[in-house]
């Protein structure tokens, strides 16, 4: 080669390589790490801290003189709302430390299944990334509650209201 040899490709890259970095980015600019994946039942309320970090390798532009901010969403993958807000900053970037953040994720998925995540980072100056995690959700028996035993005369007419209720998470 004449100078550097080509960066490798991810398609070159051991499959072990591929698994131990999750890390997305744009050049030498913005990169993102996603959280690893997930597994939870229906129902209950995922919570993750720094579901996604960042990093912002331009260096030479520290927040407040031109980066400008950083905001992020998050497709929880199951057809709710997208969740966005404004990252948090970590730690401002200089001309030798990059600038580094991220953000938490909080969601309930309402039924059983595997779903992706997408999740993306951006900056009016230096675009969008995005990278993906899977979140697995299981099943969880439904639960019924029935009304309590009752006491009628032979020949009655038995009436009840509310006969029994099941929740299914």
Same mark, same amino acid.
């Given at each position: ?48 801290? #720094?579901? &996604?970090?960042? %990093? ?9 003189? !031109? +980066?400008? =901010?950083? $905001? ?38 309402? #039924?059983? &299944?595997?779903? %992706? ?9 230096? !675009? +969008?990334? =995005?990278? $993906? ?37």
């Amino acid at each position: 080669y004449v100078g550097e040899p080509p960066a490798a490709t991810p398609a070159a890259q051991s499959p072990a390589s591929q698994a131990a970095s999750m890390d997305a980015e744009i050049g030498e600019g913005l990169s993102l790490t996603v959280a690893s994946d997930q597994v939870i039942d229906e129902g209950a309320l995922l919570s993750i801290t #720094d579901i &996604g970090t960042f %990093t912002d390798f331009t260096g030479a532009v520290p927040l407040g003189q !031109g +980066a400008g =901010s950083y $905001t992020f969403t998050i497709d929880w993958g199951d057809g709710t709302a997208v969740d966005s807000g404004m990252a948090t900053v970590d730690l401002p970037g200089s001309e030798e430390t990059p600038t580094a953040g991220s953000f938490d994720g909080v969601h309930t998925y309402a #039924d059983n &299944g595997s779903y %992706t995540v997408t999740i993306t980072i951006s900056n009016d100056e230096l !675009g +969008a990334v =995005s990278d $993906t995690l899977n979140v697995t959700v299981n099943n969880v028996t439904p639960e019924l509650t029935v009304a309590p035993d009752q006491v009628i005369d032979e020949g009655g007419l038995l009436s009840i209201t509310d006969i029994g209720q099941f929740t299914d998470p």
